[in-house]
């Protein structure tokens, strides 16, 4: 189902189709619906006044045959009911047939309900009467007799006996108006009690409760839809027996009635599927016809779409649809004539890439400027096919251009243009527009360049501006002996070009700033070690050596030799801290040959030379990442240095281990020890220094010492 109603999936012609038929099938559906509730309510009102009338005159012919059982003079008067009494004025019973049953006494008459007066002039019939000693149900028809003068002197009294085994004349008489052996019909007395039922158990119950036994004993004559005691949907009509207090009863299915109208509706939903079908096959071909053309239009789209521009569409309609058909083959036409010229702009734009891809990687490989230029002047005349060129780098102060590199030029013209005025040439006017030029060397002011340059043929000059970030920072100049066509491609390519030489160019000039900041920043760094270590040490000799001259002048000798001892231990710690300053300005081999070879060349090129005992126990197989690996040689760095300058320690041990999870350095010596928790308060001795580099590895620093007890620093880091 979600398939179904996924709409934006379905075809064109299947759109069409629901489209055009679920409303026609709508409203023919709404049609046939409307015309089976109306043919139900019609039938309906019919049925219900047919029922109405039937069972009016199914009354009233019931009281013509209650009629003719009370004259006596009738030859079937004796054998029509089931018992006979003859009785008297004051109601004694003169005689019975069959035989005055017992319990019928003088004052039978009072017992039996009637509800018309019983000494009137006309026949009286009464409610079910129940009697004798059996409980028996009766009717009793009651004929007066009447004297000469009117009055009455006794009458006959008629039983008719009910119950599902009675065969008296009343019950084939109310049998025969039952029309259908489908139908029910009974006859309730004033009271609701059934006198007749269809279903002779019901005979005797009582009715008095159902809605439609009310109506007809407060002499109603109608018709309804209700439910029977069974919970049947019935019709049931009812109307009052004439010239009694009975009622006449008539149930028929509503089922059995309508079942005229279940076929006629079969028959609408028949002539429904057959409109519908109909309705499919003549929108199907009809669809069809005006989809194919679309349908082919689709299927040439995707050959198109494939690369094939060569479809084209046949549609003879006459109509929207023939001139959609036009409109594709020019479009397709159009396609195939712009596919032409973007393959061909494809393979210009492809040279174009990678030509910057070689002029690229020809510049990136080295940081020299001169290397650089050159690199890319001569990749340059080798795109233009041209043999002669110069490449200019731009001083600002003086805004005069300085030739670093050159191709195919005389002597005379490379002195010339050593150091050439920015006005002077088409580079200063490319460098002006910021984009490629071509100029005619017979264009040039009149001067010695111009002179020069057409003495050797030189005939038009291409200038292209070396640019990065806006800034002009250069250019080259390409010279032709020839003049010739140079396309707007061509000047593209090379402005791309001068953009991809300029940014090498900023980065060379940005690497040469950082090594003269650099060199820069260590002479200065140099120059306070020097001030705060050797200078001060050498000035220490100096004053203990003139101290020692002049003792020694006076003759106090003994007194000049403490005074030498401090001059030679003052001389040994200027020693170690210049060896210091030289194992420093040494080319690293951290980065060349890791951890392990550093740790051992530091001890062998200052600890050992200045007469400590070293000892390295270290694992030549760790191997870290280059920040860890500078971390730790930073930290070990500053707790030698420490040994060396504070703690008078005559041996240093180097340990350098690892495990699965992390990489241990420690240092240990034999030195005075000190307090760690007092350095760490006064940041002495860098220990704060050396916690934060432990810190930015994700390592611990630990120290541990004690006065006169040496010093062990521990640094852990994870692997």
Known sequence: MAKFLNWSKKSLRTKIIIWSFVPTALILAAVIVINLYAYQRVTESLVIDRDRDLTRLSAELLAIELKTYTDPLADQFMTVFDGLIVFNANGTVLAAEPEQPEGWGPDWYKRIPFRQELHSSKPSISDTVIDGP??????????????????????????????????????????????????????????????????????????????VVQYVLDGWVGASRTRDLDGQEIVASFAPVPGTSWGLVTEESWAALTSSSQRYGQFLLLLLALGVILLIFIVTIGVRRITRPIVELGRAAQEIAGGNFDQRLAASTGDELEELAEQFNLMAAQLQESYTHLEQKVSHRTEELATLNAIAAVVSRSLDLEEILNNALEETLAIMNLTQGQAFILEKETRTLLLKAHRGLPEE??????????????????????????????????????????????????SVPLMAKGKTLGAIDLGSCSLRSVSAEELSLLAAIGHQVGVAIENAQLYEQAQQLAVVKERNRLARDLHDSVTQSLYGVTLYAEAAARQISSGQADMAVGHLREIRGTAQEALREMRLLIFELRPSILQSDGLAAAL?????????????????????????????????????????????????????????????????????DDG????????????????????????RMGGKLTVHSNPGEGTRVRVEVGR
């Open 134 to 211: 059996q409980g028996e149900k009766f009717v009793v028809v009651v004929m007066p007799i009447t004297g000469s003068g009117g009055e009455s002197v006794g009458g006959i009294a008629g039983l008719f006996r009910l119950g599902p085994s009675s065969d008296s004349a009343l019950y084939h008489s109310i049998e025969k108006l039952r029309r259908e052996e489908s139908n029910s019909i009974y006859v309730v007395d004033g009271d609701g009690r059934v006198i007749y039922h269809s279903d002779p158990e019901r005979i005797g119950d009582d009715f008095s409760n159902q809605v």
């Open 413 to 462: 013209v490379i002195r010339y243009t050593a150091r050439q005025p920015l006005e002077l040439g088409a580079a200063g006017q490319a460098m002006q527009e910021g984009q490629p030029i071509v100029k005619k060397v017979a264009d040039y002011p009149e001067s010695k360049l111009k002179e020069m340059v057409e003495k050797e043929g030189m005939q038009q000059v291409i």
């Open 600 to 668: 051992q060349a530091r001890l062998e090129a200052v600890e050992g030379r200045v007469g400590l005992e070293t000892k390295c126990n270290i694992d030549q197989d760790v191997r870290l990442s280059p920040e860890a690996e500078e971390g730790l040689y930073r930290v070990a760095q500053e707790a030698l240095n420490n040994t060396l300058r504070h703690a008078q320690a005559g041996s240093v041990t180097v340990h350098l281990s690892q495990n699965k999870q992390s990489v241990i350095l420690e240092i240990v």
């Open 672 to 695: 005075v020890g000190f307090d760690p928790a007092t350095a760490q308060e006064q940041g002495r001795f860098g220990l704060r220094g050396m916690e934060e580099r432990a810190a």
